[in-house]
């Protein structure tokens, strides 16, 4: 639609605009001869006014629901921002902080092994990935995740002191064991620091939420994500074997 209810550039083509159905039933309430035969008039700007006051004011609802959809957000651009770690430089558009969170929040995960294997080994040479038998898994029982609605409706068991489980169906088979065989004991250099870093940068980016990892230096005697040798292994990068 044209018209002084809907200049351009913000819609053309489609329905009744909502400033447009807004005028419509402010034109109908006065009913036959309480208005002015045409629009022309002050009394037409007036009420085409009032009919784009009312159209924003009504419109809370349909703004709300966009913001579920990063390609529409603009509230909670920031909200995406911050779950995908984005700083927007300061002189950046609303519509290109957009399109970067779109790009990234609609990427499909690269994470099989082969190929993430593959990307650790474009880094360093070095990085290989550990695979445990589930055998050797460590799993929880699952819990709670979330506290009840009516804790009065609770028997003691669930009766917890924080109302949920830390760790509700931990299970070791949701982390990616990376081994960076660096060849040496002691703290690691400085190049090697760079490349636990770029490491961390590639498993951030692949992998989903609910996947956990960590690097090791020392696979131990089987494939256990590591062992722990007192003032050998560096800090952060072994395990208990």
């Known amino acids: 639609m044209l018209g002084s209810l809907n200049p351009l550039p913000f819609r053309v083509g489609g329905g009744p605009t909502p400033a447009q159905r807004a005028y419509r039933t402010l034109r109908q309430a006065v009913g036959e001869g309480g208005s002015a035969p045409n629009d022309r008039g002050i009394e037409g700007l007036w009420r085409r006014s009032e009919a784009k006051g009312l159209a924003a ?18 509230d909670l651009l920031p909200y995406y921002e911050r779950i995908l770690g984005l700083i927007p430089d300061a002189d950046a558009t609303e519509a290109a902080r957009r399109a970067v969170v779109v790009s990234l929040w609609t990427k499909r995960a690269e994470n099989a092994t082969p190929m993430l294997l593959e990307r650790l080994q474009a880094i360093d040479p070095r990085l290989s990935m550990l695979e445990p038998p589930h055998s050797q898994a460590a799993t929880a029982q699952y819990g709670r995740a979330f506290a009840p609605l009516d804790e009065t409706l609770e028997g003691p068991l669930f009766k917890l002191e924080r109302g949920h489980a830390l760790m509700p169906g931990y299970s070791s088979d949701m982390i990616v064991s990376v081994l960076f065989a660096v060849g040496h004991t002691g703290p690691l250099t400085a190049a090697e ?6 490491v961390k940068v590639l498993l951030r980016d692949a992998l989903q939420s609910s996947t956990d990892f960590q690097i090791a230096v020392d696979s131990g005697a089987d494939v256990t ?3 722990w040798h007192v003032g050998v292994t560096p800090i952060g990068f072994g395990g208990v074997g």
């Open 225 to 227: 994500p590591g062992q």
């Open 57 to 74: 004011a009504t419109s809370h609802c349909k703004r709300a629901l966009n913001q579920a959809f990063p390609y529409l957000a603009t």
């Open 193 to 198: 620091l760079r490349v636990v870093e770029n």
